[in-house]
C-alpha cells in the first residue's frame, strides 16, 4: 500500500447509485478514498432538504462494504471560489487526486495543480439529485435510484415527508 488517497465530493441531496458507481470505481484506483459533503451548512430546503449529518449517515451506511478505507467530511460554502480548493485541503486529509466531472470543481482543482480525473456519468438521466427530489415531490418512485441503506436513513427521517412540507407555500 502506497497510501494513495482520492478526494470525491458532492452535495448527495440523497446520495443515489451514480456516486455508488463512481465510489466503486474509484475504490479500484486508491488506497483510500476521501468524500467530501459539499454545501454542508444547507438543509431544509427544496435544493438541499438534508443536513450534513443526515447525509454522513446515507453514505457510511451505503459503503459499508466497499472493501476501501474512506472518511467522510462535511465542508461548508465558502463564497470565494478563488478560495475554495485551499479551504476544502484545510478540511480534508491530504489527497493526490480529484475525482469529479463537475466543471467548476475541475476547474478550481486543475488551477491548483491538482490531478483531476474525470469518472463517466452513468444513467444521468434518471441518476441525479434534481431527479430523484422531483419524483419525491411528485409522488413517483424513486427507491430503486439510491442504494438500499439510503431509503433505511430516508425512511427513518422522514426525508420525503420533509421535501414535501417545506414545499409547500403558506
Ligand atoms: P443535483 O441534481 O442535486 O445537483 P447530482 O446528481 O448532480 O445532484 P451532486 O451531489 O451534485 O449530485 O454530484 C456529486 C458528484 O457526482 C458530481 O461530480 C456529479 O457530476 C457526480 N454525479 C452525479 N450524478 C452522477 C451519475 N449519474 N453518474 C456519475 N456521476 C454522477
Ligand atoms: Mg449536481
Known amino acids: 500500500m502506497n497510501g494513495k488517497r482520492g478526494f470525491y465530493i458532492g452535495r448527495f441531496q440523497p446520495y443515489h447509485n451514480g456516486h455508488q458507481s463512481v ?3 474509484i475504490a479500484n484506483k486508491v488506497d483510500e478514498i476521501i468524500i467530501g459533503i459539499g454545501s454542508a451548512q444547507l438543509s431544509h430546503s427544496v435544493e438541499n432538504p438534508f443536513t450534513a449529518g443526515e447525509r454522513v449517515m446515507m453514505i457510511t451506511r451505503a459503503l459499508e462494504s ?6 467522510v467530511i462535511p465542508i461548508e460554502d465558502v463564497q470565494r471560489n478563488a478560495l475554495w480548493v485551499a479551504h476544502v485541503r484545510s478540511m480534508a486529509p ?3 487526486t480529484c475525482y ?3 466543471p467548476l470543481v475541475v476547474r478550481l482543482f486543475s488551477e491548483a495543480r491538482v490531478n483531476v480525473q474525470s469518472p463517466a456519468m452513468s444513467e444521468r438521466d434518471t441518476l441525479s439529485g434534481t431527479e430523484i427530489r422531483r419524483r419525491m415531490l411528485a409522488g413517483e418512485s424513486w427507491e430503486e435510484l439510491v442504494p438500499p441503506a ?15 412540507q417545506i414545499a409547500r407555500t403558506d
Not at 466497499?66 to 472518511?71: F, P
Open 23 to 25: 465510489l466503486e470505481h
Open 66 to 71: 466497499l472493501g476501501c478505507r474512506y472518511y
Open 94 to 96: 491530504p489527497f493526490d
Open 100 to 102: 469529479s466531472s463537475n
Open 150 to 164: 439510503v431509503v433505511q436513513v430516508l425512511n427513518e427521517i422522514d426525508g420525503v415527508g420533509r421535501l414535501r
